[in-house]
């Protein structure tokens, strides 16, 4: 009886350990999420001289650009696409799906998304996309102009113990100016969400930059817009320390069968 009992329970821990081990190596799929609402996009123009010079924004100049990256090790494959346009109304939209990985960005008149996902697999995967807006203007006449816009970031999923698996995502809204009288100003929105395996995380808020005019100077500015995302998962191994101790309670048991028989 009793050693009908020792084996069963040797069998029983031998049972947990692989479990467990194959936990460790159990599926991951992380996405990353990062968003502009250009929707929200406003420039608010307060005027300071009684009507008289009131001011005005005019952009020189304006580009933007979307791309996205999707790369899978095993089975080998890689994407790319990359889009550019000379203003902030282009609709541009990439998309470069593989076996375990996918990216995907999205800028025109309405937003700025970047999305990026990967799941475990052959060796690593990893995905990336960003979507971007970038121009420079003149402000002239007495008063202030000011600038906001909404962004957004999220990541979700993970890996069970995986440290090596991770998402991030990031926006930037940030933008300059300079009286040409001695006087500049700045003001800068950079947020980013890294997340390992944790759960999700994600954040939002509102850039504003307030552009002042004297009346007798031309201000110049530059603003800049940019989401991202990016997702990496690693396939994971079965422990070494695992097997070695499955294989360790394999042999514990063949031993106690083998010493338990009858002559």
Do not use: C
């Not at 307060?46 to 979307?66: E, H, R, V, Y």
């Not at 420079?136 to 600038?147: C, D, Q, R, V």
């Not at 930059?209 to 110049?220: E, N, Q, S």
């Amino acid at each position: 009886m009793m050693n009908f009992v020792e084996n069963k329970t040797l069998q029983a821990i031998l049972a947990i350990s692989l479990t467990g081990a194959a936990q460790s190596a159990g599926a991951s799929v992380i996405t990353a999420s990062s968003s502009i609402d250009w929707n929200s996009f406003n420039v608010q123009i307060i005027d300071l001289s009684g009507g008289t010079n009131t001011p005005q924004l005019n952009w020189t100049s304006q580009n933007a650009f979307a791309t996205s990256t999707s790369y899978t090790a095993t089975p080998y494959d890689y994407q790319y696409d990359y889009q550019y346009a000379s203003d902030f109304t282009t609709s541009l939209a990439t998309n470069t799906p593989t076996a375990l990985s996918q990216s995907s960005s999205i800028r025109n008149a309405s937003i700025l998304q970047a999305d990026a996902q990967s799941t475990v697999g052959g060796v690593y995967n990893y995905a990336n996309a960003q979507a971007y807006n970038q121009g420079n203007f003149e402000l002239t006449g007495k008063g202030f102009a000011l600038i906001t816009a909404d962004w957004s970031n999220s990541v979700t999923g993970g890996a069970i113990g995986d440290y090596s698996d991770y998402g991030y995502v990031y926006t930037n809204l940030s933008g300059y100016f300079n009286d040409n009288n001695g006087n500049s100003g700045s003001s800068s929105s950079n947020n980013n969400v890294y997340s390992f395996y944790s759960g999700p995380t994600n954040n939002s808020g509102t850039f504003a930059l307030a552009v002042f005019g004297d009346g007798v100077h031309v201000v110049t500015g530059s603003l800049t817009a940019y989401s991202g995302a990016y997702t990496y998962v690693n396939a994971v191994p079965v422990p070494a320390a695992g097997w070695l101790f499955g294989t360790g309670l394999i042999g514990l048991v063949g031993f106690s069968r083998r010493k338990t028989a009858p002559v």
